[in-house]
């Protein structure tokens, strides 16, 4: 079998919508071009990455101009193509629309859909560790190629979200609940991909993001579009490109182990710009938290990969919020855990602090902070040991059970 082809295109600095199209052209067409996997009459998706009302300049979100670029190369060859997402749980998909540039697309004359609003069908994911079925939104289900074009970004959670996390934006929200509470983030993408993979990933490195991504990093001017059809090959090749290994990232990794394409960098052919002249080192969304506050001595966090945004980013901000009151030292020696997790950590019970309902059933063990996603406020009292609807069990509350349930 031949090498995936990952192609880099870097352009000059603030580019405007001509020598945007230009650069994805330029991509597209170095990665094979489209003529293989599109054809006359057929209807194909671009799913951008709008998971949040915010404009493609904050690096959050995919530039309009991108997908535009690519839906007129779609016309070109006599397809159909539409422009469509779903934004995260609880966000209205339309105000992202209006925030990042859509609706003035679709008064151009593009086809732009909020898939939260389309009817859904089950689909069986037969090569699935995780899912064995979905519900997912009839113009997902009947497009004859997806083509995901993702921002270029750090996660706090997935490390990096590039072309295969982007496919989360495919599904509706209790799906996508359920990749955090039950399939796991990494493997439920993975699986997602064995049936719904993207046959074009387009990354759009613009203005990219890097610490607390995917939605409060920093935006870095990049100006790259990277491009091919093995998403797996491009998302490892863009990780490189940040700075990360090729597989560090669990949702790439997990991808290359069910074989949905290669994360080996000898098995992928780059084209176009090499990885070292445009490669910059991103920002990890845990040292951003870390350069803003001093972790106390004897803290811990611990998180896994079923922790979802929600949670992760309450504790993180928490951990803000406890510093500018002047009480992070009160953290100390305390152990914080979030998620679905199966055991506690071997921590005594006076020192620790379980953050949401993922860990109620030992809630009579320790501190609990109930809540899906818990707040701020909760959490803050969870980790001061003061009032509010938190369960001190292990610090004097009225219930004691001195043993961890299994
Ligand atoms: S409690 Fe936290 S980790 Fe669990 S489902 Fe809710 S937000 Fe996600």
Redesign the pocket.
Known sequence: MGKSVVAIVKGAKDPGEEEIAALVRKAIELAGGLADIISRGDTVLINPNLVIPQSPETGATTDPRVCQAIADMVKEIGARPIIAESSAVGIDTEEAFRATGYTKLREKGYEVIDLKKEKTTKVPIPKGKSVKELSLPRPVVEAKAIISVPAMKTHDQALVTLSLKNTKGLLPDTFK?KF??TFGIYQGVADLCTVFRPALAVVDGIIAQEGLGPMFGTPVEMDLIIAGKDPVAVDAITSMVMGFGPQEDGVIDAAARLGVGTADPDKIEVVGETISSVQRRFKRAEEAVFELVTIPKGFQLIFDE???T??RRNVLSVLVDLKEQGKLDRAAGLTVV???AERLPDVDREHLVL?????AKFREYATFVP????NNRDIIAGILGEESKVMYTARGGAEKNSEPPQ
């Open positions: 609940r955090h509470t079923r922790t979802c929600g949670c979030a998620g679905k953050v949401g309902n993922c860990l809540g899906c996603t818990p």
